[in-house]
C-alpha cells in the first residue's frame, strides 16, 4: 500500500478540519478507497498510487483555497474536488483586499479608501489623513496583510507615536510588552479580523509581524517591509524625519493621522503636519485627505465630529 503525507502550512488545523473534523470527514466522503489520517498539520493518505496523486493534487487546491480566503466549508469542498478546473480567485474588480478571519470579504468601503488603495499600488510612501472612523488604519493594515501574503514584503511592522492623552506609560504596572499592549490595540484589533489567531500569533512569535513604539524604529533600515506609522499626527519634528529616513529596499511605508487629534505638549509643532508641507511636491509621495463622508463607524461618530467642529469654530 502506498502512503502520501502532507503538511499545512501556514494554516490553523482546527479551522481547517473543522469542528470535530467535520471538513475532514467530508473530504473523506469523495475518497472511500483511501484510508485518510489526520493529526495536528499532518495528514497521511494510504491507498492506490493513481487515486493518491489525484487525492493530493486536489487536497493541496483546498489548501491554496484556505490559505486565501481563511475559509472552506461543504460547498468549497464539493466544487474543489469535482471540478477540473484550478480553484477560482475572486476577480479583481471587485476590490476584495484581504479575506479575513471566517471569510469576512474586507475591502474599500468608500471612494476615498479606494484611492488610498489606488495611491499605494503608484506610490513607495503614502499620507493618509482624516479624521477618527474614516478607515485609515483599516485600510493600511489590510493592504500591508495583502502584501505579506502575495509575498511582496516579507514582514510588517506597525508602529506608533508612544504619546497619549492623560496617561504616561512609565506609570503603568508590568512589563514594556503590558504597557505597550492596550495602546497599540488597535492594531491588534484589525489584524485580528484578517488573520486567524493561530496565524497571527505565529507571525508575531517570529517576527514576521512587528508591533512597536516608533522610539524602536531608530537606528533601523526597514527593507521588504510594509511599514505603518498610525497617529502621526503625535510625532515630533525629529521622530518624523527619523521614522521617513528609516525606508529600505523594497519597502511600502503607510503614514495615517488627524491633524485635529495632537496630543503634543503646547506649542511643539506636529511632525505631520510639517512633513505634508515638505513633502508634497516630492514625487513617488501621495498624499491624500479623507473626510467626514468617510467615516464608517457608528453613524453617531460623524454627527459627534460635526458638533465639537461647530463649537470648535466658534472658539
Known sequence: ????????????PKDFWGA????????KKYY????????????????????LDEFEKRFKRLMLHFSRYNNIDD?????????DSQVEMMDSKDKILVHGVGGKLIKAMTPNQQKLVDYMAKNDMVFAI????????????????????????????????????????????????????????PLYDALRDMLPPE????????????????????GRTLDNAFVILDEAQNTT?????????????????????????VDLPRRTISGLKEAILILKDVDGVGILYLDDK????????????????????HD
Not at 20 to 26: I, K, M, P, R, W
Not at 33 to 45: D, E, F, Q
Not at 180 to 185: A, N, R
Not at 295 to 310: E, N
Open 294 to 313: 468617510d467615516i464608517v463607524r457608528h453613524k453617531l461618530v460623524k454627527k459627534i465630529i460635526d458638533a465639537y467642529k461647530s463649537i470648535e469654530n
Open 32 to 51: 472511500p478507497k483511501l484510508k485518510i489520517v489526520a493529526r495536528g498539520t499532518t495528514l497521511k493518505a494510504f491507498g492506490e498510487k493513481e487515486m
Open 237 to 261: 519634528h525629529s521622530q518624523m524625519k527619523m521614522f521617513l529616513t528609516r525606508m529600505g529596499r523594497n519597502a511600502k511605508f503607510m503614514i495615517t493621522g488627524d491633524p485635529g487629534q
Open 75 to 83: 460547498n468549497v469542498i464539493e466544487r474543489v474536488i469535482q471540478s
Open 199 to 218: 496565524k497571527l500569533e505565529d507571525y508575531l512569535l517570529k517576527g514576521i509581524i512587528q508591533i512597536a513604539p516608533l522610539a524602536f524604529m531608530r
Open 1 to 12: 500500500m502506498n502512503e502520501r503525507t502532507i503538511e499545512l502550512v501556514d494554516i490553523a
Open 130 to 185: 482624516g479624521p477618527a472612523g474614516t478607515g485609515k488604519t483599516y485600510t493600511g493594515v489590510a493592504l500591508a496583510v495583502k502584501a505579506l501574503k502575495e509575498k511582496q514584503v516579507k514582514r510588517i511592522i506597525l508602529t506608533r507615536p508612544a504619546v497619549e492623552a492623560g496617561e504616561n506609560l512609565g506609570f503603568l504596572p508590568g512589563d514594556m510588552k503590558e504597557k505597550l499592549d492596550p495602546y497599540m490595540q
Open 20 to 27: 470535530q473534523d467535520s471538513h475532514l470527514e467530508t473530504i
